[in-house]
C-alpha cells in the first residue's frame, strides 16, 4: 500500500533606533541607562511571546510558542532590539523565524546564521533546511546531525528523512529508523507516521504490517491525519489486521474532523453504505456536512524534512 505522503545576504544589520531615541532623551544618565535596561527587557520579553518556537526547547516557556505560519510582523522589530541588546542567540533565532514569515529569506538566513553561531540547535534545524534549498545537503546533513545529537527533537527526524533519502550522506534504513524512532519517543506524530510507513510499503525492510499498524496507531493517537488515513484502508481492507468496517469509517471520521479531504469523501462513502449512520437534517455535530473539507494547514509534507 502507498502511504501519503534566497540567496545569502552576509550582512545582518540590526536596527538600533530604539537605542538612539534612548539616548536622546534629556535625562540624566543613570536614566536613561535604566530606560535602556527596561526597554531591553520588555523587548526580550515580546520577542519570546512573539516568535517562541513549540520545538524549540530551549525557548522561554513563560510563554505559549507560535506556529511559524502565525508569527506577525510586530515580533520581527521586537527581536531585533531583543538580540542586539543582549547578544542572545535564541533571539537571533526567533528573529529569524519571523523574517522568513515575513518573507524575507535573506534577513532570516542571516539571523540564522548569527544563532548557529552561538550554538542554538533549534536555529541548526532552520539554517539547515535553507541551506539544503540552497543546494548544499551536506551542510543541511551537518547541520542536523549536530542539532540531533543535543537532543532536539525535530533535527533528529529531519536527520531520519536525510537518512532515508539519502540528503547529504549515502542511505541507511538502520540509521533513519533510529533517528525516526527518538524523535517519536520525544514526542514527534510525524516521525511515528513514517516508522509506519517504512514498515508499510516494505521497500527499505521487509514488509511487517504489525508493526506498520502499531506506529500508524501511535501517530494517530498524536492527531496525525496520514496515520488514520493508513489505519482506516488497512481495517478497511484486513491489510494485516481484521477487516472491521466501522473502525475504518472511524479513522476516516477523525481524519476529516481535522479537514482531510480524502477522510471526509471515504466517511462519506460509509454513510451512503449504511456502515454508520448518515446525518439528520439538523445535524450540527456529525456527519460529512459538519466537517472542515480544505487542506490542513501543514507546513511541510508528512514525508519531507521540517522547519520550524
Known amino acids: 500500500m502507498k502511504s501519503r505522503a534566497t540567496k545569502v545576504n552576509r550582512g545582518f544589520a540590526i536596527l538600533t533606533g530604539a537605542t538612539v531615541a534612548l539616548c536622546a532623551l534629556t535625562v540624566s544618565p543613570d536614566a536613561a541607562e535604566r530606560g535602556q535596561l527596561v526597554l531591553a527587557s520588555a523587548m526580550q520579553n515580546e520577542c519570546d511571546q512573539l516568535a517562541g518556537s513549540p520545538y524549540d526547547e530551549q525557548r522561554n516557556d513563560a510563554f505559549s510558542p507560535v506556529d511559524i505560519a ?4 510586530q515580533a ?3 527581536c531585533r532590539v531583543a538580540f542586539e541588546t543582549s547578544g542572545n542567540p535564541r533571539y537571533a533565532y526567533q528573529l529569524g523565524r519571523a523574517l522568513n514569515n515575513a518573507n ?3 534577513q532570516a538566513m542571516s539571523a540564522y546564521d548569527a544563532a548557529v553561531k552561538g550554538g542554538y540547535a533549534a536555529a541548526k534545524v532552520n539554517f539547515g533546511m535553507l541551506m539544503g534549498r540552497l543546494g548544499d545537503e551536506q551542510a543541511e546533513f551537518q547541520l542536523y546531525t ?6 532536539n527533537r525535530l533535527a533528529a527526524y529531519n536527520l531520519g528523512v536525510a537518512y532515508r533519502d539519502g540528503l547529504g550522506t549515502q542511505p541507511d534504513v538502520k540509521k533513519a529508523l533510529n533517528w525516526f524512532e527518538r ?3 520525544a514526542g514527534d506524530d510525524t516521525a511515528a507516521f513514517n516508522i509506519g510507513a517504512i514498515y508499510d510499503e516494505g521497500h527499505l525492510v521487509p ?7 502499531a506506529w500508524y496507531d501511535l501517530a494517530a493517537q498524536r492527531g496525525n491525519t496520514d496515520a ?3 489505519l482506516g484502508l488497512m481495517y478497511e481492507s484486513g491489510e494485516g489486521i481484521s477487516a472491521d468496517a466501522k473502525k475504518a469509517a472511524e479513522m476516516y471520521r477523525e481524519a476529516a474532523q481535522k479537514g482531510d479531504v480524502f477522510g471526509a469523501y471515504k466517511f462519506l462513502q460509509f454513510q451512503q453504505a449504511g ?3 448518515a446525518p439528520s437534517q439538523d445535524a450540527t455535530s456529525e456527519g460529512v456536512n459538519t466537517l472542515v473539507l480544505k487542506q490542513g494547514d501543514v507546513e511541510t509534507p508528512a514525508d519531507a524534512a521540517k522547519e520550524i
Not at 502565525?70 to 510582523?73: P, Q, S, Y
Not at 514488509?207 to 499498524?213: F, G, N, R
Open 70 to 73: 502565525k508569527i506577525g510582523n
Open 76 to 78: 520581527v522589530d521586537a
Open 104 to 106: 524575507q529569506p535573506d
Open 146 to 151: 549536530e542539532a540531533a545529537t543535543s537532543g
Open 183 to 185: 524523535a517519536a519517543a
Open 207 to 213: 514488509q511487517d504490517d504489525q508493526t506498520a499498524i
Open 228 to 230: 488514520m488515513i493508513n
Open 275 to 277: 456502515v454508520v449512520p
